[in-house]
C-alpha cells in the first residue's frame, strides 16, 4: 500500500469494532483488555465521487478505487512505555505507521468495561499521550547519548544529529510533541533515523453511541484536538458496523433515519487521506478506470511509477486533463477540441483530480 493509518487508544474504546467496519474485515472485538495483540491489517477504499463521474466519460469494464491502509493497535495502558500491558511491543507498532487515528470513548455503555472505571475522553487522551511522549523521550535519550560520542570523534552528521536531538529532548521533558516543534527541513532529515511517535500526523475520532450522534459536544475534548491542531471526527463504531452489514438500499434507509447525511466511516477515510496529505490522481487503460495515491508534490514519472516501473524508467510525457474539465465536457476527445489536454514533462507535480495517460518506452 504506501500509505497506513494506526488506529490507537486504550483497551475497550471501539478501536477493534471500527477497524471492522473501515475494512470490513472480522477481527475480535471483545469486552476483556488485550483483546487484539498482534496488529490487524486491513485496506479501506476512499470514497471519490470524481471516480464513477471520470468513469462515465470512458465506459469502462472496470473501476477500482484507491484506498488507505488501517493498522488495528492494541490498546495501550499507563505504564506502557514501561511495558505496562505489552506497551513495549505496541508502541513499537506505531512506529511503523505514518499516521496516527487516535480513538476516545465518550459513550456510556455498563456492558463495556472501561479500564479506568469511567469514561473521561480527555483523561483519556492524556494518559495516551503520556506513554507516546515517554517512549519518545526514552528514544531522544537514547540516540543523544550514542551520537554525542560519535560526534566528539569529529563526525559532522553525528554533530548535525546532536544539535537536532538537543531541543527534541528538551521538549519531550517539558509534555511537547515533535508536531508543535515545527522542525525545519534539515532538523527533520537529521531525525529520520529514529522512529518517534508524536512526530506523527495525528486525528481524533470521538467514538459515541446512537443517542450521541448527532447531538455530540465534548468542548473539553475539542479545544484539546485544536491544541493539537488536529481534525476531530465523530462516529459511532457500533452504528458503522450495523450499517456494513445492511443491503445498500437498506443502508441508506437506515442513515435516512438516524438523520445521516454521510457514513462516519467515509469521514474517517477522508481524514486520514487530508493528513497524510495525500493527492489522487485517475488514468484509464484498456477497460479499466482507476484511481491512485500519491503524496502533494509527486512529480510525474514517480507517479507512473505507482503503475509499473517500466513506466517510470521509461517515461516520456503525461498527457493531463482535470477530472471537473473532463467530467463537464463528457467525454476525452470534446476535451481535447476544446484544447483542455496538456502535455507534462518530468518536472510536473501531480495535482489532485488529474486524468493521466502516461506515454512511456522501455
Known sequence: MGFSCGIIGLPNIGKSTLFNALTEGQVAAENYAFCTVAPNHGVAAVP????????????????TSTSLEFVDIAGLVKGAAEGEGLGNQFLGQIAAVDAIAHVVRCFEDDNVTHVHGQVNPVDDVEVVETEL???????????????????RG???????????????????????SLRSLNLDEEQQACLKATPFLTAKPILFIANVSEDQLNSFAD???????????????????????????????????????LGLSMR????????GYALLDLVTFFTTVGTEVRAWTVPKGTIAPKAAGKIHSDMERGFIRAEVIQAPELISLGSEQAARE???????????????????RFRFNV
Open 338 to 356: 476544446r484544447g483542455l489536454r496538456r502535455l507534462e514533462g518530468k518536472d510536473y507535480e501531480v495535482q489532485d483530480g488529474d486524468v493521466i
Open 219 to 257: 468542548e473539553a475534548l475539542s479545544s484539546l484536538a485544536r491544541a493539537r491542531q488536529a481534525e476531530l471526527v465523530i462516529i459511532s463504531a457500533a452504528i458503522e458496523a450495523e450499517l456494513n452489514d445492511l443491503e445498500p438500499a437498506d443502508r441508506k434507509d437506515y442513515m435516512a433515519e
Open 48 to 63: 471519490d465521487p470524481r471516480l464513477a463521474a471520470v468513469a462515465a466519460c470512458f465506459s469502462p469494464e472496470k473501476i
Open 154 to 176: 569529529g563526525d559532522k552528521e553525528a554533530k548535525n544529529e546532536v544539535a537536532a536531538l538537543e531541543p527534541v529532548v528538551e521538549a519531550l521533558r517539558k509534555g511537547q
Open 264 to 271: 462516519g466511516l467515509d469521514a474517517v477515510v477522508q481524514a
Open 133 to 151: 511522549l515517554l517512549r519518545d523521550l526514552e528514544l531522544a535519550e537514547s540516540r543523544l547519548e550514542k551520537q554525542l560520542k560519535v560526534a
